[in-house]
């Protein structure tokens, strides 16, 4: 059973990675082994949307070569190929998404997390607004985390026992 469940795994890791790979492929992007260990880090973690410094600090642990540069280098190529989109909400940093189809964003102010939501906005697939081209729409609300409300309520319950 233990052999059963380990080969599983391992037949899934590599038609993941093989999945991947096509990816890169059909985007006429060398599938060379960062490309695909950043492009399998952000697939893994498609509702986190990473900086290049939270996939840096991940991937170089297991590939000690790694450098940021390489990090910075692949996602430009990924961008520039529509494999992923930056959301930038803060004006600090920038966060990669491999959810590349358009939709919107909730940042929580208190624990800077980024969440996808789904909401219909009439103006979000237009092209054009009252004759002025729209080049860039960005789709976010700013916010506390539904987490971060809970944590806040429990903290004061705490206190508020004492």
Not at 7 to 35: A, C, F, G
Not at 68 to 75: A, D, G, I, K, Q
Not at 96 to 109: E, G, S
Not at 134 to 156: A, M, P, Q, T, W
């Amino acid at each position: 059973m233990v052999v059963s469940n380990y080969n599983d795994s391992i037949m899934k890791m590599i038609s993941n990675m093989e999945r991947l790979k096509d990816v890169l492929k059909t985007k006429d992007l060398k599938p060379t082994y960062q490309r695909l260990k950043i492009l399998e880090y952000l697939d893994k973690h498609e509702n986190s949307h990473p900086t290049v410094e939270m996939i840096y600090e991940t991937i170089c642990r297991k590939i000690p070569t790694m450098s940021m540069t390489t990090v910075y280098n692949t996602l430009n190529a990924f961008l520039e190929k529509g494999l992923v989109s930056e959301v930038t909400i803060t004006g600090t940093e920038v966060r990669y998404d491999f959810v590349t189809v358009p939709h919107h964003h909730f940042f929580c102010k208190k624990c800077g997390k980024i969440i996808d939501i789904d909401i219909k906005c009439a103006v979000a697939d237009k092209k054009k607004i009252y004759g002025h081209r729209i080049d860039e729409f960005h789709r976010y609300i700013k916010g506390v985390c539904k987490d971060c409300l809970k944590s806040e309520k429990n903290k004061s319950k705490h206190n508020s026992d004492s």
